[in-house]
Nanobody, 112 residues
Framework: VQLVESGGGLVQPGGSLRLSCAASGFTFSSYYMMWVRQAPGKGLEWVSDINSSGGTADYADSVKGRFTISRDNAKNTLYLQMNSLKPEDTALYYC??????WGQGTQVTVSS
């Protein structure tokens, strides 16, 4: 199982980023997927999840209305579109399918 996140970077408040998570080594289309983040000096925070078909998604209150999770099962890729970014969104973002399988994370820094 391999999960590789990308798309992070430095962005100004109010800006947007799109994170990607390329999955391999398992049947991606069969798994529920999640984005989790860890801000500096803080614990892990669940951000969003999506069911295997992509038809159902859920969000943490802190990102609801600003972030959109999606997936392309044909490309074995999970996405997180992040709009109206705030400094408090600064964190290392991970994708995970559960079962102890995580990517290495991609850093998002929101700062002017």
């Amino acid at each position: 199982v391999q999960l590789v996140e990308s798309g992070g970077g430095l962005v100004q408040p109010g800006g947007s980023l799109r994170l990607s998570c390329a999955a391999s080594g398992f049947t991606f289309s069969s798994y529920y997927m999640m984005w989790v983040r860890q801000a500096p000096g803080k614990g892990l925070e669940w951000v969003s999840d999506i069911n295997s078909s992509g038809g159902t998604a859920d969000y943490a209150d802190s990102v609801k209305g600003r972030f959109t999770i999606s997936r392309d099962n044909a490309k074995n890729t999970l996405y997180l579109q992040m709009n109206s970014l705030k400094p408090e969104d600064t964190a290392l973002y991970y994708c995970t399918r559960g079962g102890g399988y995580w990517g290495q994370g991609t850093q998002v820094t929101v700062s002017s």
